[in-house]
């Protein structure tokens, strides 16, 4: 099956700091990837939609220049949390939809974002 | 507006007896439906998944889900449960929006398998 992969899978960083964390789809074309957020005992969230080569679509509530998306080729898109507090503190997952597939969304095994 | 609501936030089950961990949908489209399994501290598996083909989905390690129009539900069953299903699951909806495909997520159900 296609495999998308997240790097890296931990990362802790002090307040202020920017962390970037890496989505890749290993063996397929991804021409749209999905980034979200799941919060402890809580549902994922979708935060933001990658389109490769275009500009990424925010969810409401979702500030567009503290998670910046970058969307570069078929088989990488990358989430950058700028100036990481606290609050941001949470398990980040990107998923990856197969160029001309149906539906289906493939997801990469989350990063664990501390910000102490 | 599409929304997914998963009946249960935790079921517990005995090992070898019957898994149905309950979703019902709103759509005002024909939606795409997909359970997906996530154990801890792991990204998300996706388990089955129903497309407008057939209404009885068959996914992997043992599970299947019905979906009921009539009813707006998509359940997810098993026969008989095994300590490894221990784990997350989440129903989701999937639609297109101004020519994007979204989902949503249902808030999980936690399913614990007593020996």
């Known amino acids: 099956g296609a495999v998308v992969s997240q790097h890296p899978s931990r990362v802790i960083c002090k307040s202020g700091t920017s962390v970037k964390i890496e989505c890749r789809s290993l063996?397929?074309?991804?021409?749209?990837m999905f980034w979200y957020r799941q919060f402890p005992k809580q549902s994922l969230m979708l935060m933001a939609t990658?389109?490769?080569?275009?500009?990424?679509?925010?969810e409401q509530g979702v500030e567009k220049d503290k998670f910046l998306i970058n969307h570069a080729s078929l088989t990488l898109s990358t989430l950058t949390v700028t100036s990481a507090h606290p609050e941001d503190s949470s398990f980040y997952i990107c998923?990856?939809?197969?160029?001309?597939?149906?539906?289906?969304?493939?997801f990469g095994p989350g990063t664990r974002l501390t910000v102490l | 507006a599409q929304s997914v609501t998963q009946l249960d936030s935790h079921v517990s089950v005995s090992e070898g007896t019957p898994v149905l961990l309950r979703c019902n949908y709103s759509?005002?489209?024909?939606?795409?439906l997909f359970w997906y399994v996530q154990h801890p501290n792991k990204g998300l598996q996706l388990l089955l998944k129903?497309?407008?083909?057939?209404?009885l989905v068959k996914g992997i390690n043992g599970f299947e889900a019905e979906f009921k129009k009539s009813e707006t539900s998509f359940h997810l069953t098993k026969p008989s449960a095994h300590m490894s299903d221990a784990a997350e699951y989440f129903c989701?909806?999937?639609?297109?929006?101004?020519?994007?495909?979204?989902?949503?997520f249902g808030i999980g159900t936690k399913l614990q398998v007593i020996p």
């Open positions: 990658s389109n490769e080569g275009s500009k990424a679509t925010y």
């Open positions: 989701v909806v999937s639609y297109l929006s101004g020519g994007y495909q979204k989902v949503t």
């Open positions: 063996d397929f074309q991804a021409t749209t």
């Open positions: 998923s990856a939809r197969v160029t001309g597939g149906y539906n289906e969304q493939f």
């Open positions: 759509s005002s489209y024909s939606p795409s």
């Open positions: 129903y497309t407008s083909a057939a209404t």
